[in-house]
């Protein structure tokens, strides 16, 4: 057994695991977040695309002992008070799911998508940056009209988000 | 997944210790090959060795005509590098393109380098540069690294550092992707330093990345996709598999030598 400690959605977690406990393992089945999902459990679908130090990574294939001191941020870290955040609002008002199995990855995969891009995006950018992401049910039409309005809703907030370039006003 | 034990060394040379020390241990870098062959039980090492600590194996940085490129860099910051980005766009470009978001995020190009997919991206960028591959022994170039199928001139005990690519005038990559596993059926770097032309083709070649001289020639006289025009790769030593059959991919190569050439030269 191997002991690992990390920050996951802003609460500092430590797990005596075994070495071989993948990231996803330890966020579903130690710290019961069952919201990252496993879909293929081979880097294909994308499913369960979560953040750690920032960056949208697949659990799947990372083990949890190699995170030690790493911030991790899940689907479940990214509501505040109950109120959904603004890319998950998007997603409801868009209709960007059918079954809603993808759709941790796919929001967790937006809000990244929106850290390195900024919150104007134009379809080619989003279609081509979900590239990690499948979707079974929505043949994605709708995921991308949540994501672009996600995004736009996102720089009206100052969540989970990179500053926009600053007027040079002094 | 079986069972190993876990180290996370804070720099390459106690990473060379532990790999010395322990049988049967395997480099972890950035795991994106390493853990789903683990999962698929086809490799089994008792000890893992985990680089992602190792801060030394971090960073780029351009030294006069060469930059250089930590091992643990991973893809998004090799595609992000404002370095790399001013000094060998070429090779942003093929960075961008590698795997997907989350894959660059973890990815790293000693690990890529390291295992020599057939496949894999990176190998075309280092031969056809002329890039120098770094271990914590010694330095190897390019041309004798990358020795066939999943196969290089590592030996045991030996762990790359960083890898070394020379600054040139112009390079390009193309790749035409599987389109359901996003792995490239064929990809082409192009690179032009000075009178040196050379193009290095991966995904297409029964032993792995190599050279397309025919072409190299060829666009000697002129580096422009022009140049290629009737120029057809032979289909003996490519590739056949469900996905594409050898003539299909050696006709793949000639198409995405002239994209990377038109790319090379700013079409």
Same mark, same amino acid.
């Given at each position: ?41 081979? !880097?294909?679908? $994308? %499913?369960? /695309?979560?953040?750690?130090? @920032?960056? =949208? #990574? ?7 002992? !190699?995170?030690? $001191? %790493?911030? /991790?941020?899940?689907?479940? @870290?990214? =509501? #505040? ?18 079954? @809603? ?70 | ?267």
């Amino acid at each position: 057994m191997a002991t690992v400690s990390m920050s996951v959605n802003g609460k500092a977690v430590t797990g005596s695991i075994d070495p071989r406990t993948l990231l996803v393992q330890f966020l579903r089945e130690d710290l019961r977040l069952t919201g990252t999902h496993v879909g293929c459990d081979t !880097s294909q679908c $994308g %499913a369960c /695309v979560v953040h750690v130090d @920032g960056k =949208a #990574v697949k659990a799947c294939t990372v083990l949890a002992v !190699s995170l030690e $001191g %790493a911030s /991790v941020q899940t689907i479940e @870290g990214l =509501a #505040v008070n109950g109120t959904l955040h603004p890319m998950q609002e998007a997603f409801r008002e868009h209709h960007g799911l059918q079954c @809603g199995f993808c759709t941790p990855g796919m929001i967790m995969a937006a809000v990244d998508i929106v850290n390195r891009r900024g919150h104007d995006l134009d379809e080619k950018t989003i279609r081509e940056d979900l590239d990690g992401n499948i979707c079974r049910c929505t043949g994605y039409h709708n995921i991308v009209k949540a994501v672009a309005a996600g995004a736009e809703a996102m720089g009206g907030q100052s969540m989970d988000r990179k500053e926009p370039p600053r007027q040079a006003a002094e | 997944m079986y069972a190993f034990t876990y180290h996370r060394p804070g720099s390459a040379r106690q990473a060379a210790g532990l790999l010395a020390r322990k049988e049967d241990a395997k480099i972890l870098a950035g795991g994106h090959t390493l853990l789903p062959t683990m999962k698929q039980r086809l490799a089994a090492p008792t000890a893992l060795i985990d680089l992602g600590a190792c801060g030394d194996l971090k960073g780029i940085v351009r030294k006069g005509r060469v930059v250089v490129i930590g091992a643990m860099s991973t893809h998004a910051e090799v595609a992000e590098s404002a370095i790399v980005q001013e000094a060998i766009p070429g090779l942003a470009y093929l960075a961008s393109h590698i795997g997907d978001p989350h894959v660059r995020h973890r990815g790293t190009i000693g690990g890529s380098v390291a295992n020599n997919d057939p496949a894999a991206d990176y190998p075309a960028a280092c031969l056809a540069l002329g890039a120098t591959i770094v271990t914590n022994q010694r330095k190897l170039v390019a041309d004798d690294f990358f020795t066939g199928l999943y196969e290089t001139a590592l030996e045991e005990g030996e762990i790359i550092t960083k890898v070394v690519f020379p600054v040139v005038s112009r390079a390009g990559y193309a790749k035409f992707r599987n389109p359901a596993s996003r792995y490239a059926l064929v990809g082409v770097f192009v690179a032009k330093r000075g009178s040196d032309i050379r193009v290095a083709v991966i995904g297409a070649g029964e032993g792995g990345v190599f050279r397309w001289l025919e072409a190299e020639t060829a666009l000697k006289a002129r580096f422009a996709p022009k140049s290629l025009e009737g120029l057809k790769h032979p289909a003996t030593g490519i590739n056949a598999d469900m996905h594409a059959d050898a003539e299909y991919r050696a006709h793949l190569i000639g198409v995405m030598t002239k994209q990377a050439v038109a790319q090379a030269v700013g079409r």
